[in-house]
């Protein structure tokens, strides 16, 4: 996968980008992260990329041109053809879900908002979706991107070992994750739930899945609503509501 992103922080990208899981999948050549800064291609001698927005109102916005010979400049770079993602807090909000369907891609190009924001007129002609990393501003899309090359770069396949591998995310069946246990057994600060070291997998596959139905119905009700139990679910999760209850 190949992901350009426009940004007036290449620094800041290319570092997040080097870490880790992401780091590790742009050495196998499972990623690709590319950069490419506005400012390069502001035409004035001021290089200039931002101007004060029409109507008044505080800050500034990022100008069309430079952005629009940027992307064009980012476009470019490959023959795969590659949706315009702008992170904003007016876009859709980013889900696992959403991470997958990108991940699946050949190509993306994420576009970073500083300031205020861009001219609309660029989002309206260029940009194919909007995406937010959450409801809250901040002062640029740059960690939104990061967000997204991290989320998209991990599921890239061979960028995980075997152990880490992302079929038992949370998030990836809508629930939230089970707790997770290692050495010791006995500590100070409590004994390992003796189901997980019992080698009944079937079992321990049950308790996981209680674990995470229980959790996911007092913290996130709201996910619960989305998705339709089983029937065994349903009894995992009715015997969890039983016993927490008492
Ligand atoms: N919640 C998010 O994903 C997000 C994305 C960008 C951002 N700041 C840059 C910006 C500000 C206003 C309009 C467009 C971009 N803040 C939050």
Redesign the pocket.
């Known amino acids: 996968m190949r992901i350009d992103v426009v940004t007036l922080f290449p620094d800041f990208i290319r570092q997040s980008a080097e870490l880790g899981v992401v780091g590790r999948a742009g050495e196998r050549g499972l990623m690709q992260v590319a950069c490419w800064n506005p400012r390069d291609y502001a035409t004035d001698n001021y290089r200039r990329v931002d101007d004060r927005p029409f109507g008044g109102g505080p800050g500034m916005l990022m100008l069309i041109d430079p952005l629009r010979a940027c992307l064009a400049a980012a476009r470019q770079a490959a023959p795969e053809p590659a949706p315009v993602i702008y992170?904003?807090?007016q876009?859709e909000r980013l889900t696992q879900r959403k991470v997958r369907q990108l991940a699946a891609l050949p190509r993306l190009i994420l576009l970073c908002?500083?300031y205020?924001?861009i001219d609309e007129r660029l989002v309206a002609s260029e940009v194919d979706e909007e995406l937010?990393?959450?409801d809250?501003?901040?002062?640029?899309?740059e960690l939104?991107a990061a967000i997204v090359i991290d989320a998209v770069g991990r599921l890239q396949e061979g960028a995980l070992h075997h152990a880490e591998s992302a079929t038992q995310d949370s998030f990836e069946d809508g629930l939230l994750d089970c707790p997770h246990y290692t050495r010791p057994v006995e500590h100070e600060l409590g004994t390992v739930p003796e189901v997980l070291r019992s080698g009944d997998h079937a079992a321990i596959a049950r308790w996981r899945r209680q674990q995470a139905l229980g959790r996911t119905w007092l913290r996130r009700p709201d996910l619960l609503a989305r998705i339709s139990l089983s029937k065994a679910d349903q009894a995992l999760l009715e015997a969890f509501r039983r016993d927490w209850l008492a």
């Open positions: 992170l904003s807090p876009g908002g500083r205020e924001g937010s990393v959450g809250y501003v901040l002062s640029g899309g939104g």
